[in-house]
């Protein structure tokens, strides 16, 4: 009898261990959560693609490419010698069709499956005139082929520069503009953020659980009086009230506050308090804003009237090294619940340390940057940059400002225009911190 007892209890007890095992998994599964959330995205910035780079006089190359189909564009470029090479050459300069390729396959080796592709802005080549509007849509149309080609089904939600326009720099996109760009990327976007962005040059965009809010900060740009600026503003405003998530990320390209540079805002300065004052009342849902513009790294915190740090921006260093900088894009991993970054690893081309005379054409991206470890912040948030530029107000030592250094210039060793000396840092502070009222 007792042997039956104990072939009849066996299952029974298995069956009750196999049970609570679940239940444990699952109970470790919840607690867990954050960590299992984790996504990685892409977030690239200012590529300055030039068609012309190295033959920028030669007319009939230009009447040329304007022809061409975009696999003539590649067959040609892969040809020619000053679009392939990647030297030091390339400091001050927009980016060649090597360097772009170059940028692209090491996003692919570093994150080959993203859960989507940012793009801050800025495709168009500096030197570029209302009369290359034709090369101006093409070199739209080959950037975006780049990127499907690598990373085919993948969300890629780009931003409009100042640049990206068949006027002159700065000027409003025209519809011809805004249906050429909405051609190039809408197929990578939802059907109903392509419309959107077709429509009126600004969007949104859901993917997971982020909702990611792109506007164009040219009807913004200081001096700029466009009628448009006002109704996008209010639209931002919209969306924010609606938004029932509280993920959300917002995109632009130029940052509001002071261009170093030149001490002159970047904004209109009422554009750009009622900007401030729309995160800083929306901060509960607005965990990230983007931006880029400058080609290096940094940041704006946004404060409460009782100056509180609510919320934060990260512009984003550029792949073209149009300003000295080393080239770079960013990889950000972010908990897909909470929409919160967790970490962020700029790599970046040390393009002086490879001489002219020793040009190569395939490049391994091996410097990296990270977040929070370079500013040795406690955590990425608008309260860790905050911290941050107490404590370099504070610390004498020159190691504080030196991790700045490094983080603002990718690691490139060049003579900036804004010399980076602790005098001239806690003046920069203004620049990075935006109050509302």
């Not at 892409?42 to 009447?63: C, E, R, W």
């Not at 495709?123 to 082929?145: C, E, G, N, Y």
């Not at 089904?153 to 025209?174: E, S």
């Amino acid at each position: 009898m007792k042997n039956i007892e104990a072939r009849f209890h066996a299952p029974a007890v298995s069956l009750l261990v196999l049970l609570n095992l679940v239940f444990s998994i699952a109970c470790y599964s919840q607690t867990t959560g954050k960590v299992a959330a984790t996504g990685k995205c892409l977030i690239v910035s200012d590529i300055h693609f030039n068609p012309l780079y190295g033959s920028q006089m030669d007319t009939a190359l230009k009447k040329k490419l304007k022809k061409a189909s975009l696999d003539e564009w590649k067959r040609y470029f892969e040809g020619s010698t000053a679009q392939m090479s990647i030297n030091s050459g390339l400091l001050f300069n927009d980016a060649n069709y090597g360097i772009l390729r170059s940028a692209l396959d090491n996003m692919k080796a570093k994150l080959p499956h993203p859960a989507f592709i940012i793009i801050a802005g800025d495709f168009i080549w500096h030197a570029a005139t209302p009369a290359d509007s034709v090369l101006k849509m093409k070199a739209m149309q080959f950037i975006a082929r780049l990127f499907k080609e690598r990373f085919p089904g993948v969300t890629i939600i780009p931003a409009m520069g100042n640049n990206d326009t068949y006027g002159p720099d700065y000027a409003l996109q025209d519809t011809k503009f805004l249906n050429d760009f909405a051609a190039a990327w809408a197929p990578n976007l939802p059907k109903h953020s392509g419309d959107e962005l077709k429509a009126k040059g600004y969007y949104t965009c859901v993917t997971g659980n982020l909702k990611v809010i792109v506007f164009n900060s040219a009807l913004l740009n200081y001096g700029t009086h466009y009628p448009q600026a006002g109704a996008m503003l209010n639209w931002l405003q919209a969306n924010l009230a609606e938004t029932k998530t509280k993920n959300v990320w917002l995109l632009t390209h130029i940052p509001p506050g002071t261009n170093v540079y030149n001490n002159a805002s970047f904004w209109n300065a009422d554009y750009t308090q009622t900007y401030i004052n729309t995160v800083v009342k929306y901060s509960s849902k607005v965990k990230l804003g983007i931006a880029s513009h400058t080609h290096f790294n940094d940041f704006r915190v946004f404060y409460n009237a009782s100056n509180e740090p609510v919320s934060y921006m990260r512009i984003v260093p550029s792949v073209c090294s149009n300003h000295g900088n080393n080239p770079s894009f960013d990889i950000a991993d972010f908990n897909s619940n909470t929409g919160q970054v967790i970490n962020e690893t700029n790599y970046y081309l040390n393009l002086a340390a490879i001489p002219k005379d020793k040009s190569i054409t395939q490049a391994v991206w091996v410097d990296s940057i990270s977040l929070p470890a370079i500013l040795k912040m406690d955590e990425i948030s608008a309260s860790g940059f905050s911290k941050f530029m107490d404590k370099l107000k504070a610390d004498q030592s020159p190691q504080a400002l030196n991790d700045y250094k490094k983080f603002y210039t990718i690691g490139t060793k060049i003579d900036s225009s804004i010399r980076i000396n602790r005098v001239n840092y806690i003046k920069y502070l203004k620049a990075d911190s935006l109050k509302g009222k």
